[in-house]
């Protein structure tokens, strides 16, 4: 399932530094303005408890966890909705990605410059939303001035998208992104064939220095960031690129050592996966035998078939039944056998829908 978050932020706020700690992928951080032209993207590992717990227990061959996909685009700039800096470029790239991480500078460096000579990121996330939204009203301008000649005829389906265009159009220039303006069902519909940059879901990453990773709250610029975020309701994680690049470095064991030096649970960039992940919506099951213990991604509310055909379209395709147990309820009994004997191991159908931890084995005639 081939899903991605875009990391966005203005040039010189720590985003290739993040992405690079993310993937160890080598991307370019440099001190100067578009060090990232092309994007660069990495797969990741999802981090969950679950999946050491399982391996514990069942003792397979091999483990293998569920990826998420991050692309490192390019600096944007004031602008960019018209071109300027590589902007069409820029934001071609995020039509790309179905999540938007902004990375947003709270922390001052004199050897580190910043595009607009000061530190501001209510600012930069303004610059870089208004940015979105310009383009957005482009795109919706254009629309409009299309459906309108079908709605003036009575067509039944261009008068319903006008109404929709109308009240896009209205929020854009309060510069309201789309994600936050109300929508029914089916409007929302005619909103998702639009393909506009502020529907999609997105996260604001708050970079602090390495001296306020213990307590980033504390830093005015953070709660800033927090306030504006929950303004449109969007959720805010803090991090240091630094340090986890430097945490990105070093093996499991070593990283627990340096985590608990620093007084931190969970690293900032773990944080920020499970988020991202969260943010689409998705969820993990499980499939455990001898030769594996694999997590695999599926979008919640699937239906059983088609987590199925996660795995492979023979799976969907000749789906019997899939026998279901939660991770809490297997790892209580102790082992699948003892699953069954308590009745918590289920025969499905085509009609269950698939909850985040299932440990599922399909059954599959093709």
């Known amino acids: 399932m081939a899903l991605t978050a875009g990391i966005v932020g203005l040039p010189n706020v720590g985003k290739s530094t993040m992405f690079n700690a993310i993937t160890q992928a080598g991307a370019e951080a440099a001190n100067y303005p578009f060090a990232t032209i092309d994007p660069n993207v990495g797969i990741v590992e999802v981090p969950d408890h679950r999946l050491d717990k399982l391996t514990e227990l069942v003792n397979p061959k091999k483990k293998i966890p569920t990826t998420f996909e991050f692309t490192d685009i390019a600096g944007i700039v004031q602008g960019a909705s018209k071109g300027e800096g590589l902007g069409n470029q820029f934001l071609a790239n995020i039509r790309q990605v179905d999540a938007i991480v902004q990375v947003v500078r709270c922390f001052a460096d004199e050897n580190v410059t910043h595009v607009s000579g000061k530190i501001d990121p209510v600012d930069d996330m303004e610059t870089i939303n208004m940015e979105l939204i310009l383009a957005d009203l ?4 254009k629309r409009t001035q299309r459906v309108e000649k079908m709605a003036r005829q009575k067509d039944k389906d261009a008068m319903a998208e006008l109404d929709v265009l109308t009240t896009l159009k209205e929020g854009l220039e309060a510069e309201k992104p789309a ?9 929302w519909k005619i909103v998702q064939e639009l393909h506009l940059l502020t529907t999609k879901p997105a996260l604001y990453a708050a970079n602090v220095s390495e001296d306020e990773v213990q307590n980033p709250y504390a830093n005015d610029e953070v709660q800033r960031v927090k306030e ?12 240091c690129a630094k340090v986890e690049e430097e945490i990105s470095e ?6 627990e050592l340096f985590l608990d030096d620093l007084g931190i649970e969970e690293a900032g960039l773990d944080q920020l ?3 991202s992940y969260s943010l689409l919506g998705l ?3 499980f499939t455990a035998g001898e030769p594996e213990v694999r997590a695999w991604t599926f979008r919640k509310g699937m239906k059983a078939p088609q987590a199925a055909g996660v795995i492979h379209s023979d799976f969907e395709r000749g789906f019997i039944r899939a026998e279901t147990v939660s991770y809490e309820d297997l790892m209580a009994a102790g082992s699948m056998a003892a699953a069954r004997e308590q009745g918590n191991a289920r025969l499905e159908g085509k009609e269950y829908i698939v909850q985040d931890g299932d440990v599922i084995h399909f059954r599959f005639n093709v």
């Open 250 to 255: 070093l093996d499991q064991e070593e990283k």
């Open 179 to 187: 994600r936050a303006l109300e929508f029914s069902e089916e409007e």
């Open 283 to 285: 969820g993990t099951f």
């Open 273 to 275: 996966i499970k988020r």
């Open 228 to 239: 504006y975020a929950e303004a449109e309701n969007a959720e805010v994680i803090t991090v």
């Open 138 to 141: 482009e795109t919706v301008t």
